[in-house]
């Protein structure tokens, strides 16, 4: 059971990159998924979220209009595009999923099931 990321890599700012999450060993219909980040020095947090469950979902600020999460039940995987991407969002990149629950996207601490690997994003010219 394991959640595979990849799609990382060098991007110019103002490019564009797609990350993909694709799970194994369990089927992701009706969990909740997100993608977190971590950048050097500093705390992970949160990106996008969404659940199909209750139909909750949140995105950060600093990542709104520039970033979408989306789902392909079909392939079991789970995506991220990313535009318009700043240096500020170089960092490694994890996703994430949760069984389906009445706390929809508001997934206390240590309440996601599983997580990527995590992918890294370097934004730089």
């Known amino acids: 059971v394991q959640l595979q990321a990849s799609g990382g890599g060098l991007v110019q700012p103002g490019g564009s990159l797609r990350l993909s999450c694709a799970a194994s060993g369990f089927t992701l219909d009706y969990y909740t998924i997100a993608w977190f980040r971590q950048a050097p020095g500093k705390e992970r947090e949160g990106v996008p979220c969404?659940?199909?469950?209750?139909?909750?979902?949140w995105t950060v600020d600093a990542v709104k209009g520039r970033f979408t999460i989306s789902r392909d039940n079909a392939k079991n995987t789970v995506y991220l595009q990313m535009d318009s991407l700043k240096p500020e969002d170089t960092a490694v990149y994890y996703c994430?999923?949760?069984?389906?629950?009445?706390?929809?996207?508001?997934?206390?601490?240590?309440?996601?099931?599983?997580w990527g690997q995590g992918t890294l994003v370097t934004v730089s010219s």
């Open positions: 994430a999923a949760a069984r389906p629950t009445a706390y929809g996207c508001y997934v206390p601490a240590g309440g996601w099931d599983y």
């Open positions: 969404v659940s199909e469950y209750d139909g909750s979902a």
